[in-house]
């Protein structure tokens, strides 16, 4: 997935009148202010009540191959070329944010957006605080570790032990 295509992408889904925030590596890459890494997929945050609007605008751009089905929880779709776009569906909350349901019948709660840049233009993305919550409760990858030091430095988020340097 290249910078390229998250730009068509978002185009599509702001044409269409819809919602999307960049989340995951994008996103990070977003609150870094540029394109730190290659990606194999995009992360978004929907809103709930548009999965259905947002599938048919991904679909026709392509997206067509179903990869994951865990509504509410996400939906991830990929393209013949292997691009992926994963989409994390939140109910609204009156702040701005809102919750993704889990699967364990919890929730998962989004502050509402910030603003990213990516390419020299400003995009909707999830904030740092937020990016780090959702990388601890597993074992981080080399990838991961990167991403969370990059973002500690461009933006002072305090990282958990997990991502600490000795």
Request: contains cysteine; charged residues 20%.
């Amino acid at each position: 997935m290249k910078e390229t295509d998250v730009f068509v992408v978002l185009d599509a889904l702001d044409n269409a009148g819809l919602t999307a925030w960049v989340d995951g590596g994008w996103g990070i890459d977003a609150l870094v202010g540029r394109t730190t890494r290659e990606h194999s997929d995009l992360d978004l945050v929907i809103l709930l009540s548009q999965v259905d609007a947002v599938r048919s605008v991904l679909e026709n751009m392509g997206y067509n191959k179903l990869l994951r089905n865990w509504l509410p929880v996400a939906l991830a779709l990929a393209d013949i070329q292997g691009r992926e776009i994963d989409l994390h569906p939140i109910t609204p909350s009156a702040e701005g944010g809102g919750t993704q349901a889990q699967p364990d019948g919890s929730s998962f709660h989004y502050p509402a957006p910030v603003q990213g840049v990516l390419g020299g233009r400003v995009v909707s993305c999830v904030d740092a605080l937020t990016q780090v919550r959702c990388h601890v409760g597993y074992e981080p990858s080399e990838k991961d570790h990167r991403d969370m030091r990059a973002l500690r430095i461009a933006t002072g988020v305090e990282l958990p032990l997990l991502y600490q340097e000795p």
